[in-house]
């Protein structure tokens, strides 16, 4: 090719080149909340329901909002994961959501400090609503990071105790266990062998027992995650320690992390009716108030019983908190049509009525003080056990990350090869651990 | 002719080359160099797909290398794949294929038999295996127990997980088996019947006739397989999740590797960094570390190829 082809393609291709790459850098559009939620608009919502009585509980929120703002249409999309909501914020369009809702927690940090989100601190303000006073003490906590409120809570889980009652009076247990000390010995007694195996577990206790993740078992235990400098406090909170130690305790008294494993194993999914709680195959279950719809749902042979967690014996006059967190939503930095997103989320989060029909509708914890005190709140007595404990200022939470959840997963991690005996220093994994997590973090900065 | 004449003549004649290449030119330009200049780009940069990308230096690099806790166990695993894998696979593809093409009566049936399984989408053919290999109540183990084996806990343990991977690899090597027939049955007959003059043994026939005439069929397929193995992706990370419990919840915590890593693959590696975590400049570092792999073992193997001819000539 001749010289000058041959420099006039080099341009051509380092100019294509450059032009591709600025777009590829382009990010998010920017958008005021300029538009006019008085005008007939449209608006998508995704959110991450799909039982068909969760979509119906959904699609009858949303009929209700329209109701009150018959100008603004909503375009429901169902069945959506944080990965599929955070690559439609990135991208943008027509199609993509103008409100989100997420059953995670874990990753409000990452969804404010990204600015996928936009703050909705203006918005409240704009419409007098106070969060302070309008949510529960951890839902108020968890739906923002570093002051920028970017969601709300809709709806909320809280995490108690279920038992076997029927299994309880056969052991001669009387009242389900307020301490961990107690819930040791009742797990122990609770436990029947068959074989090489089990006939009835007392508890489940492995990390991979579906909810008893690390943050769940910690919550009762106050932990503080990070300092204010924002360092890992994993090494130097002792309720850390405390925490790994009863899980590690509870795993070999009952039998040794193999043999559980392999009893996990045998045992139907967490989402089926064939739940081990459901079967009588476990007898306490660490879980969040949906399980007990779907536990009477399968009409076990026993009587269910609910209770807070038991606390550490030092903390016994915390008795009745628990572990808070549950689904948020927010509006898209890139939608166009915020004023009338807006409308959306202040009508599903802060509206009493909305609120107390949905919480009716899918078993979950009302996310506003007032819907927690509604009268029209319906539920199974049982159910006010994760009524108080949303209620009780003591109830925990897992603070918000740049990074999302992935601290949790990294304690999650260390607490797969602790419990299986892979790492026995729990000290020194402490620490390592609390380093892994402070570099996540640098790294996401 | 004048120089000018010349010089014009040559410029068209350049640019119908150009023309003709263009389809290809367009192609490379979009699907291959930009990708690749720009994931060079990017793994300098700190991007999270919405604030605009910053240089960072080696800080991604050394992130990976040094301090992200999966990228070494995923490249063991990768790597494991690809050497036992890719290996088995070839093996177990030539193998049926020449049993397929020596069968007599019923070669459809057993054709449609090996086949099948690969036509089942990856996903529920998983699933299907994590049921099977289920170490509680699945009927491999329930049969093993049965006649006194110790039962392995297959995507349960660490130990067996890859293994079990394996097997589900070769349960779907329909693919290998298709390509390997055609090759046999292209051996010319002429080269069998004088090898059997000269006195030739079966382990003779196949490998101074069949091996020389299917080697650049055994190259492909171990090219493929290598590529493929590489880009693992979906079978390891449902069989770890589907083992773990973890099938089903919106908000549930993606567990890479499951159980302790076993299971992670460096394309995992990217999807975690890249579209959970947001952290586009690391996940482009190990797609770059994937990209050299996938070289330096073609190139190891083209090389070999020549080898291979030289002998089969």
């Not at chain 1, 009587?303 to 008795?319: E, F, K, N, S, T």
């Not at chain 1, 108080?388 to 918000?400: E, G, Q």
């Not at chain 2, 979906?234 to 773990?244: H, M």
Request: hydrophobic share 40%; aromatic share 12%; proline share 6%.
């Amino acid at each position: 090719m001749p010289g000058i082809s041959r420099k006039a393609a080099l341009a051509l291709a380092a100019s294509a080149s450059l032009a591709l790459l600025a777009t590829a850098c382009t990010g998010q559009s920017s958008s005021g909340a300029d538009d006019d939620a008085s005008k007939d608009t449209t608006i998508n919502f995704w959110h991450a329901w799909s039982a068909p009585n969760e979509v119906k509980a959904v699609n009858s929120l949303i009929s209700g909002f329209e109701k009150a703002h018959p100008n603004i249409h909503v375009n429901v999309v169902a069945n959506m994961t944080d990965d599929k909501i955070n690559q439609s914020l990135r991208t943008g369009g027509d199609k993509a959501p103008d409100v989100i809702s997420s059953f995670t927690t874990n990753n409000v940090g990452k969804f404010c400090s990204s600015g996928a989100l936009v703050d909705l601190n203006p918005f409240f303000k704009k419409a007098g609503i106070d969060p302070e006073t309008t949510f529960p003490k951890a839902m108020n906590e968890y739906t923002q990071f570093d002051g920028n409120r970017c969601t709300a809570p809709l709806l909320g889980d809280a995490y108690g105790l279920y038992y076997n009652k029927t299994a309880f009076a056969k052991a001669g247990i009387k009242n389900p266990p307020k301490t961990w000390s107690e819930f040791a010995a009742d797990a122990k007694k609770l436990t029947i062998a068959q074989g090489d195996s089990y006939k009835q577990l007392g508890f489940m206790p492995d990390y991979h027992g579906w909810e008893t993740t690390t943050e769940h078992y910690f919550g009762q235990f106050s932990p503080t995650y990070f300092d204010k400098a924002g360092k890992s406090q994993l090494a130097t909170d002792p309720a850390f320690e405390a925490g790994f130690k009863l899980q590690k305790k509870l795993v070999d008294e009952l039998g040794g992390f193999r043999k559980l494993e392999t009893y996990r194993s045998k045992l139907g999914d967490e989402w089926g009716v064939k739940h081990p709680f459901h079967t009588g195959q476990v007898a306490m279950q660490l879980d969040g108030e949906w399980r007990l719809g779907m536990a009477v749902e399968a009409k076990p042979k026993f009587d269910i019983g609910v209770a807070p967690l038991p606390v550490p014996d030092d903390r016994a006059d915390q008795y009745g908190k628990g572990y808070i967190t549950g689904t948020i939503t927010g509006v898209s930095a890139a939608s166009h049509k915020q004023n009338a997103a807006w409308e959306l989320v202040k009508y599903m989060t802060t509206d009493t009525d909305a609120v107390v029909n949905f919480s009716n509708a899918i078993h979950n914890v009302p996310s506003t003080l007032a819907a927690l005190k509604s009268p029209k709140l319906k539920y199974d007595p049982r159910f006010k056990t994760f009524l108080d404990i949303a209620a009780n200022p003591n109830s925990t939470t897992s603070p918000a990350s740049i990074n999302g959840g992935v601290y949790l997963a990294t304690i999650q991690n260390f607490g797969y090869d602790y419990e299986s005996g892979k790492v026995s220093d729990l000290k020194a994994g402490l620490k390592k651990t609390a380093a892994q997590i402070d570099t996540d973090i640098a790294q996401a900065k | 002719m004048s120089t000018v004449t010349l010089a014009s003549k040559r410029r068209k004649q350049a640019l119908r080359t150009a023309a003709f290449m263009s389809p290809w030119l367009i192609g490379f330009a979009v699907f291959f160099a930009y990708p690749l200049i720009s994931t060079v780009y990017f793994s300098f940069m700190h991007y999270d797909g919405f604030k605009p990308p910053t240089w960072s230096g080696t800080k991604n690099w050394t992130y990976v290398f040094e301090h992200y806790p999966f990228f070494w166990p995923a490249l063991r695993n990768t790597l494991w794949l690809v050497l036992v894998m890719v290996t088995l696979r070839v093996l177990f593809g030539l193998g049926v294929g020449l049993l397929i093409t020596k069968i007599k009566t019923g070669t459809g049936v057993f054709r449609t038999l090996f086949y099948l399984p690969y036509l089942a989408p990856p996903v529920a053919a998983t699933m299907a295996f994590a049921f099977l290999l289920n170490p509680g109540t699945g009927p491999v183990n329930s049969i093993l127990e049965k006649v006194g084996i110790p039962a392995p806990g297959w995507f349960n343990d660490p130990t067996w997980s890859k293994p079990a991977l394996t097997l589900l690899a070769l349960w779907g090597i329909g693919d290998l088996m298709v390509i390997f027939m055609a090759a046999l049955l292209d051996v010319p007959q002429e080269q069998y019947e004088a090898a059997e003059l000269d006195g030739a043994s079966a382990w003779q026939r196949f490998r101074y006739v069949t091996l020389p005439n299917i080697s650049p069929i055994v190259m492909f397929a171990v090219v493929t397989g290598v590529i493929q193995t590489m880009q693992y992706y979906t079978q390891p990370l449902i069989a770890g999740k589907v083992a773990s419990g973890v099938i089903q919840g919106a908000g549930t915590q993606f567990e890479p590797g499951y159980p302790e890593k076993s299971t992670l693959t460096l394309p995992q590696l990217v999807y975690n960094l890249g579209f959970q975590r947001f952290d586009y400049g690391s996940a482009c570092v190990v797609a770059l570390v994937l990209f050299a792999l996938s070289m330096v073992f073609t190139a190891f193997l083209m090389r070999r190829r020549g080898g291979l001819n030289l002998a089969g000539d």
